[in-house]
C-alpha cells in the first residue's frame, strides 16, 4: 500500500510562489520502472484537472499548457518525494491540489490517467 501526503499549500498573493511537496511511504519508487507521481488540482464546482506529472526513473515531466512556463514538477529519488514549484500564481490556480502515484506507466500511456494512490489534498489560494 501506498501513502502520500501532500504540504505546502496556503493563501498567496497573484503574481506570487509556493512549493508543493508530496511525500510518499510505502513503496520505493526509484526501484520500478514504471512509477509516475502527478500532480492534479480540483476548484470549487469543477472537474478534477491534471496539472503535471513525472516518471521516477527518468526524470521525464509532463505538465497541462495552462501552468506549462509557470509550474515545475520534480522529485527527490532518496526522500521519495515530488515537488510542484508554483510562480506567477494567477487567482485561477486557486484549487485543492492533490498528489497521486501509478506503477503502470509505458510508452504511450496518458499522463492524466491510470493513478491508483492519492493524498488527502492541500488548498491553494490565490488572492487577487
Known amino acids: 500500500q501506498v501513502q502520500l501526503v501532500e504540504s505546502g499549500g496556503g493563501l498567496v498573493q497573484a503574481g506570487g510562489s509556493l512549493r508543493l511537496a508530496c511525500a510518499a511511504s510505502g513503496r520505493t519508487f526509484s526501484s520500478i520502472s514504471t512509477a509516475v507521481m502527478g500532480w492534479f488540482r480540483q476548484a470549487p464546482g469543477k472537474d478534477r484537472e491534471f496539472v503535471a506529472g513525472?516518471?521516477?526513473?527518468?526524470?521525464?515531466?509532463y505538465s497541462t499548457d495552462s501552468v506549462r512556463g509557470r509550474f515545475t514538477i520534480s522529485r527527490d529519488r532518496d526522500k521519495n518525494t515530488s515537488y510542484l514549484q508554483m510562480n506567477s500564481l494567477k487567482p485561477e490556480d486557486t484549487a485543492v491540489y492533490f498528489c497521486a502515484a501509478r506503477f503502470n506507466f509505458y510508452p504511450g500511456s496518458d499522463w492524466s490517467r491510470g493513478y491508483d494512490y492519492w493524498g488527502q489534498g492541500t488548498q491553494v489560494t490565490v488572492s487577487s
Open positions: 513525472i516518471r521516477w526513473t527518468d526524470n521525464l515531466s
